[in-house]
């Protein structure tokens, strides 16, 4: 699959949020979710066109995502 024009997207999330962050969160089969060795946060990646970066960072930055990065792709396998 091409991996042009998408990027890896991570944050961690407050577990009380997940459920939003998760109808927030596009991916090619949704986002993926983890535990993170800290009390009731846990760990979202997900992969998103990048022309819906900017407008989604924001978006879950204002439902309570924190520790944001936006990663280039260099393969879809």
Known sequence: MD???KKLIMMNV???FLD???EAMPGLTGPTVSN???D????VHAVADERDVFELVNKLKNIG???ILVVP???II
Do not use: P, W, Y
């Not at 009731?40 to 760990?43: D, E, I, L, Q, V």
């Open 3 to 5: 991996a042009e024009g």
């Open 14 to 16: 407050s577990e009380k």
């Open 20 to 22: 939003d962050v998760k």
């Open 36 to 38: 993170v060795l800290s």
């Open 40 to 43: 009731g946060f846990m760990a």
């Open 65 to 67: 995502a924190r520790d």
């Open 73 to 75: 792709i260099e393969r």
